[in-house]
T-cell receptor, first 114, second 113 residues
Framework: GENVEQHPSTLSVQEGDSAVIKCTYS??????FPWYKQELGKRPQLIID?????GEKKDQRIAVTLNKTAKHFSLHITETQPEDSAVYFC?????????????FGAGTQVVVTP | DTGVSQNPRHKITKRGQNVTFRCDPI?????LYWYRQTLGQGPEFLTY????????KSRLLSDRFSAERPKGSFSTLEIQRTEQGDSAMYLC???????????FGSGTRLTVV
């Protein structure tokens, strides 16, 4: 089955700096890659996603890149703010749309210090 | 309808007892998922429903676990003869075809003592 690895497990950045989280996946049939943000004690929330026919997607300060050949994708957060502090999860799915079963990475704890 | 609702929020039970959790998805969402999340890990897939049909169960789900979605609306997850290893956050998520990603509930935190 699919295996998703996520690095680093913790990331500490100064406010205003950029943060990058990387994920690799094993199943070349995976074609949908969402990122979820989970604040302490709260539910995971979708922040951005990308499909396999797209190499990059941006939404304000966050962007995701996908390299299908290398089977890895990354989340980039620019101009980090304290409210970006949370656990971020990458995931992969073989579904033909966004509603398939997701295989999640182990998560990255991001701490933004003022 | 303000989102996915899960009850109870917390459950403490003694080893060997049975527990049941409930999930009320967003009403127009026809697909419902159950995931389990342990500390420091991402959510792990358990099972999912398309309307009332249970279409897939994870190999992680032992015979002690059962889930239902009798009328294609709310769902229940039952764990029989609980073990300490069942302690986790149980997350429900729902989604409609073509929509933008899952909506997760706040989860039920199970502690088996």
């Amino acid at each position: 089955g699919e295996n998703v690895e996520q690095h680093p497990s913790t990331l500490s950045v100064q406010e205003g700096d950029s943060a990058v989280i990387k994920c690799t996946y094993s199943d070349s049939a995976s074609n949908y890659f969402p990122w979820y943000k989970q604040e302490l004690g709260k539910r995971p929330q979708l922040i951005i996603d990308i499909r396999s026919n797209v190499g990059e997607k941006k939404d304000q300060r966050i962007a995701v890149t996908l390299n299908k050949t290398a089977k890895h994708f990354s989340l980039h957060i620019t101009e980090t703010q304290p409210e970006d502090s949370a656990v971020y999860f990458c995931a992969a799915s073989k579904g033909t749309d966004s509603w398939g079963k997701l295989q999640f990475g182990a998560g990255t704890q991001v701490v933004v210090t003022p | 309808d303000t989102g996915v609702s899960q009850n109870p929020r917390h459950k403490i039970t003694k080893r060997g007892q049975n527990v049941t959790f409930r999930c009320d998805p967003i009403s127009e969402h026809n697909r419902l998922y159950w995931y389990r999340q342990t500390l420091g890990q991402g959510p792990e897939f358990l099972t999912y429903f398309q309307n009332e049909a249970q279409l897939e169960k994870s190999r992680l789900l032992s015979d002690r676990f059962s889930a239902e979605r009798p009328k294609g609306s709310f769902s229940t997850l039952e764990i029989q003869r609980t073990e300490q290893g069942d302690s986790a956050m149980y997350l429900c998520a729902s989604i409609a075809g073509g929509s933008k990603g899952y909506t997760f509930g706040s989860g039920t935190r199970l502690t088996v003592v």
